[in-house]
């Protein structure tokens, strides 16, 4: 058995205030006995305007946001994914939105450039990550002792070919920061069709609540089994979710419905 976490976040526009209840938070997660620890898409910053982000952009490999989480990991012992952060993309004035994975010795060693940028536009609520993000191009997984951990951020999780692309996973993670709109319509039932489609665990770390730009986030973060069972959630604020992998339990799964082997396509 495993045990995993993810922590919930309110990101403010100060990066130095982010990474101290970063910091906090991570702690209370690996307080629980956890070994792998997610925190939110935008953990570092949630700016006043979608520019902010560009000007904490950090070159992989240095900078504090970085050097923050590589030190969480190696203090808490813990494998780490850190969210996203803004990392120095090819474009001027854009950043790619990058999940970092940090090993239990606060190496990096892993990485997953979102893919899917997020648009909407109803009434007066409108987003496009388009205007400062570059999106990534391969998808992303990573070993670690129980298994494959599959990757994803946010707007990823409406499009199931990109999880069939990272091959059979035991967990796939979903840092995010959801709007309320869109997930209080959408939210869970994506990501226990993730886990039901993929049978495997679904841990998402979420933003919830509302921050100083006047955006509010969906939060729920939660654990699904590969039943497609909630077993933990944190609805709104600051906070930790967890729970244990079972990999017995994801074996009868697949042993039971054996939908993997099942494919046509």
Known sequence: MTRVAAVQMVSTPDVDQNLAT????????????????????????MGMSDGDKVRHAEPEGSG????CMAQLAREHGIWLIGGTLPLVSPESGKVLNTTLVYDPQGASVGRYDKIHLFGFNKGSESYDEARTI????????????FGRVGLSVCYDLRFPELYRAMGECALI???AA?????????????????????????????????????????????????????????????GVVSGELDPAFLASVRESLPALKHRKM
Not at 134 to 145: D, K, R
Not at 189 to 208: D, F, K, M, W
Request: aromatic residues 8%; glycine residues 10%; proline residues 7%.
């Open 178 to 238: 959801f709007t309320h709109t869109t997930g209080s319509a959408h939210w869970e039932v994506l990501i226990r069709a993730r886990a039901i489609e993929n049978q495997c665990y679904v841990l998402a770390s979420a933003q919830g609540g509302t921050h100083a730009n006047g955006r509010r986030t969906f939060g729920h973060s939660m654990l699904v089994d590969p039943w497609g069972e909630v077993k933990d959630v944190l609805r709104e604020g600051e």
């Open 64 to 67: 504090p946001i970085q050097d």
């Open 22 to 45: 970063a910091r906090r938070l991570v702690a209370q997660a690996a307080a629980t006995g956890a070994t792998l620890v997610t925190l939110p898409e935008y953990w570092p910053i």
């Open 134 to 145: 570059v999106p990534g191009e391969a998808v992303g997984s990573f070993e670690a002792p």
């Open 173 to 175: 993670v979903v840092p």
